[in-house]
């Protein structure tokens, strides 16, 4: 059984990005630039936004964050952050940003990402770069997505041919990761299931699965019945369990019971360390990308 460690991937994906920034250095280019705008104070968000500001360090980006604050007392509005969207918009010194999610519920998220510039987008989340990936063309691809597939390509594990099964058809992971690996070419070609709560027989689906990705947020949801021998099972699921042996009174599960399902894995992804790092490198690799369609190279 192999344990696909996402974590030294990263690092290698960021050490790779850091090398090409300096060579774009020497030659005059300024630093590729990403801000990101958090709104309120929730915990996870704030964890995520202080990761992806130490990974634009370790790439010899620069990078912003713009605090917006919202209480209950005194919600953030509505026009007062795409007022900030705006900006970063037309902001020339700024390749790419992403505006955290989860926004407080008052906010409309969707509108938040149709108001962002699609050649600024590199969560991918905006409509034009979903319907782009959906045909194939150039595009912003969601970053936990693309980092699925960087880690099965860097692994060796192929999906040709593959029978993959996603449970879990969030706009951020499960309809664009199908639609990555239904995709004709290198790490597609893929015959892909999309699982949900309207599935009926879920654990027949599931062990026919190939290679199983589970982001659906329900910590240990998939169990070793659901698993098939051999099987590659990529975890998505980072959810907050308490624990008040952690000093921070909680610990970080995944979708998948590990410790029973594991044995009867070809490979499998650990939580933490296995596709968290790589949602965060993917969005290093879309903001140098986003720097080089700025700059014409």
């Given at each position: 059984?192999?344990?696909?460690?996402?974590?030294?991937?990263?690092?290698?994906?960021?050490?790779?990005?850091?090398?090409?920034?300096?060579?774009?250095?020497?030659?005059?280019?300024?630093?590729?630039?990403?801000?990101?705008?958090?709104?309120?104070?929730?915990?996870?968000?704030?964890?995520?936004?202080?990761?992806?500001?130490?990974a634009c360090a370790e790439c010899g980006f620069t990078s912003t964050l713009v605090r917006l604050e919202s209480t209950d007392e005194n919600p953030l509005a509505t026009e007062r952050l795409l007022e900030e969207v705006d900006k970063l918009n037309c902001d020339p010194e700024v390749d790419g940003f992403i505006v955290q999610l989860p926004l407080p519920r008052h906010i409309d998220e969707q509108l938040v990402i149709e108001a962002i510039d699609p050649a600024k987008d590199v969560d991918g989340f905006h409509p034009v770069n979903v319907g782009k990936q959906s045909v194939g063309l150039p595009c912003f691809h969601s970053a936990t997505p693309a980092g699925i597939v960087e880690l099965l390509k860097r692994y060796g594990i192929s999906t040709r041919g593959k029978n993959v099964v996603i449970v879990g058809r969030s706009n951020i992971v499960g309809k664009p990761l199908a639609s990555m690996l239904m995709q004709k070419g290198e790490q597609g070609d893929a015959t892909v299931t999309v699982c949900h709560s309207a599935t009926d027989n879920l654990a027949t689906v599931t062990r026919r699965a190939d290679i199983l990705v589970a982001a659906l947020g329900r910590p240990g949801f998939i169990t070793e019945d659901m698993v098939a021998d051999g099987a590659v099972v990529i975890d998505v699921g980072t959810t907050r369990v308490p624990d008040a042996s952690r000093k921070s009174g909680f610990r970080l599960s995944g979708d998948v019971d590990y410790a029973n399902v594991a044995?009867?894995?070809?490979?499998?992804?650990?939580?933490?360390?296995?596709?968290?790092?790589?949602?965060?490198?993917?969005?290093?690799?879309?903001?140098?990308?986003?720097?080089?369609?700025?700059?014409?190279?």
């Open positions: 059984m192999t344990i696909i460690d996402g974590k030294q991937t990263a690092a290698t994906i960021k050490a790779e990005i850091a090398a090409e920034v300096a060579l774009l250095r020497e030659k005059g280019f300024r630093a590729p630039h990403l801000a990101a705008v958090l709104v309120g104070h929730d915990g996870g968000s704030e964890t995520y936004v202080a990761n992806k500001i130490k044995p009867k894995c070809a490979a499998i992804t650990p939580v933490p360390g296995g596709v968290g790092p790589m949602t965060i490198v993917s969005l290093m690799s879309n903001t140098l990308e986003a720097f080089k369609r700025n700059h014409g190279l």
